[in-house]
């Protein structure tokens, strides 16, 4: 969920003494918010975006503020900051340009979509709250100074539910039929969730919950993409997070009493 809405996510390798295992060894999630420069007024030498590289451009300290910037009375300072040694920190990110040292959020080009699907929705919401209210319109078929007796133009007439009423003579009364696009909504719904999909590689049945329109082959055939995207991804995880881990794990290991390297 962190790499489609924040386009990565950071782990820290820290010791637990609360673990049931000789091995302490843990790892703790942290918001990408939280690695960031302390005050964007205080330069950082080397520094991109709370990470601080060397000379050969590898990550040598993460900062890591201690409250979250959303935080009620958060302030930055300097003194909220922890510096974190690369070797504690697991950043787990896709670098699609050269000198890229953040994520993308996956979920970015689809942006503008949610916001015509909120559009469209709110409209044909509005059009099917105005055909509900009893609304209309007084209208003569008579000529102008005709028989039809004088009505007060733009005049407002208030409605009660379950009465008659008479009508000046002469004059008629129509109720006010809106017109809403119900008949296409389903279908603009369809057409815009299918394109917000396309950046995550996820077919329409899952993206929508809904597999009606597909029989069993469709569906499988849909499902070939986002399962290779999958493994993709579990491919590069296993790389950049879990050899790591291993590592790591193995070194708390080979210390322990009794144990040989």
Request: glycine content about 6%; proline content about 7%.
């Amino acid at each position: 969920m962190a790499k489609a809405v924040d386009g990565e996510a950071f782990a820290l390798l820290t010791a637990n003494p609360l673990l049931r295992s000789p091995i302490k060894l843990d790892l703790q999630l942290i918001e990408a918010d939280r690695v960031a420069n302390p005050d964007a007024r205080t330069m950082i030498d080397a520094a991109v975006d709370g990470i601080e590289f060397d000379r050969y451009g590898n990550p040598r300290r993460y900062l890591v503020l201690r409250r979250h910037p959303g935080q009620t009375g958060f302030a930055l300072a300097m003194d909220g900051v922890d510096r974190v040694p690369a070797e504690a920190v697991i950043h787990w990110f896709r670098s699609d340009r050269p000198g890229q040292h953040r994520g993308i959020p996956e979920i970015t080009p689809a942006l503008p979509l949610f916001a015509q699907l909120r559009r469209f929705t709110l409209a044909v919401l509005s059009a099917a709250e105005a055909a509900a209210d009893f609304a209309g319109i007084l209208y003569t078929d008579a000529p102008a100074n005709g028989e039809a007796d004088a009505v007060e133009p733009m005049d407002l007439i208030e409605l009660e539910r379950n009465m008659l009423m008479t009508m000046p003579g002469g004059w008629k009364m129509s109720q006010v039929e809106p017109k809403q696009p119900a008949t296409t909504y389903a279908e603009f719904k369809k057409e815009i969730l299918n394109e917000i999909a396309r950046c995550l590689n996820m077919p329409f049945n899952i993206a929508a919950g809904n597999s009606s329109g597909y029989n069993y082959a469709s569906g499988r055939l849909d499902h070939q993409t986002y399962f290779k995207s999958i493994r993709v991804d579990q491919s590069f995880t296993a790389s950049r997070v879990l050899d790591r881990v291993l590592v790591a794990w193995l070194r708390e290991y080979a210390v322990l009493p009794g144990t040989s390297a």
